[in-house]
């Protein structure tokens, strides 16, 4: 990588337009780019091909060998980079302790999804409706990649699933899987019963266990809000709804956790191995 002096697209920390800019980024007001920090998930970005905008890094982090790659990788391929102090990362960073290293991308598109209704294999789809905590967001992603997922659905009152605290959570599948983010639920229901796809909601009176559902056709999974759950209205307009038994008198599960047992339930009967 060339060196602060050699390279004509290193910005110093006296310029703080590109500072300010990660601020506005970080805090949500930039519409059409993401925060992306830390080394792990800023090497992600590059490896899933985002847009990259700006990279942000500290004199500390740039002395370390895994670092040094990542950052010469990430040169390749945007026009802007700053080395800042770990003291002026700080002011910056959405973490508490700074991270090292920060990339400003360009927002993956979150567009109807771009199912493959010729394939053999049917599609297995997850909505999250209403769930206000990113971090919830993030762990559900996570979860629906490992579990082989063809695709995401946040309705539009869902927190976001590109921000800091759900990017984070997620670490690196909000940038593999497809999302569509930002459609009302009816329109939701409509665009799967469109595509043939079952709409299956979790509901804690479903008469059904999650392992009685034909989880092998086309199917999307339904959560709904940490707090409240899917409304009687909202399981209505849904072709089904499943449980998740439980024992003792546990009433419910995070929603993080349930969604997680009932898509591992569809990956076995799918045969994931």
């Known amino acids: 990588m060339k060196t602060e002096t050699q390279n004509s697209k290193v910005i110093t ?9 990660a601020r506005a980024v970080r805090d949500g007001k930039a519409a059409d780019l ?14 899933s091909g985002l847009d990259v905008d700006a990279v942000i890094y500290s004199e500390e ?5 895994r670092a040094a790659e990542v950052i010469a990788k990430l040169d390749d391929v945007c026009d802007r980079m700053a080395i800042v102090s770990e003291a002026l990362l700080a002011t910056i960073s959405y973490t508490k302790t700074p991270q090292g290293i920060i990339v400003l991308a360009g927002r ?3 567009g109807e999804l771009p199912l493959d209704l010729e394939s053999t294999e049917a599609p297995l789809l997850i909505v999250l409706h209403g ?6 967001v993030g762990a559900i992603l996570r979860s629906a990649e490992a579990a082989g997922v063809s695709g995401v659905i946040t309705t539009s009152n869902t927190a ?15 940038f593999r899987l497809p999302i569509w983010h930002g459609p009302d639920y009816e329109r939701v229901i409509q665009w799967c019963a469109n595509h043939g796809i079952e709409t299956v909601c979790a509901d804690l009176e479903a008469q059904h266990s999650h392992t009685e ?9 339904i959560v709904g809000p940490e707090s409240t759950g899917l409304s009687i209205d909202e399981v209505r307009l849904a072709t089904a ?3 998740i038994p439980m024992q003792g008198e546990v009433e419910s599960l995070n929603v993080a956790a349930a969604a997680t047992i009932v898509l591992y339930e569809a990956a076995r009967q799918r045969g994931l191995s």
């Open 13 to 21: 920390s006296k310029d703080n337009s590109l500072l300010r800019q």
């Open 241 to 243: 709804a499943i449980r």
């Open 160 to 174: 976001d699933p590109f921000s800091p605290k759900a990017l984070r959570g997620a670490m690196g599948s909000a």
């Open 108 to 110: 993956p598109e979150s």
């Open 61 to 65: 982090i740039a002395r370390k060998e």
């Open 34 to 47: 993401i925060f992306v920090e830390g080394l792990r998930l800023c090497a992600e970005a590059y490896t």
């Open 213 to 221: 559902f034909n989880w092998t056709a086309p199917s999307a999974l």
């Open 131 to 136: 769930l206000n905590n990113p971090v919830n």
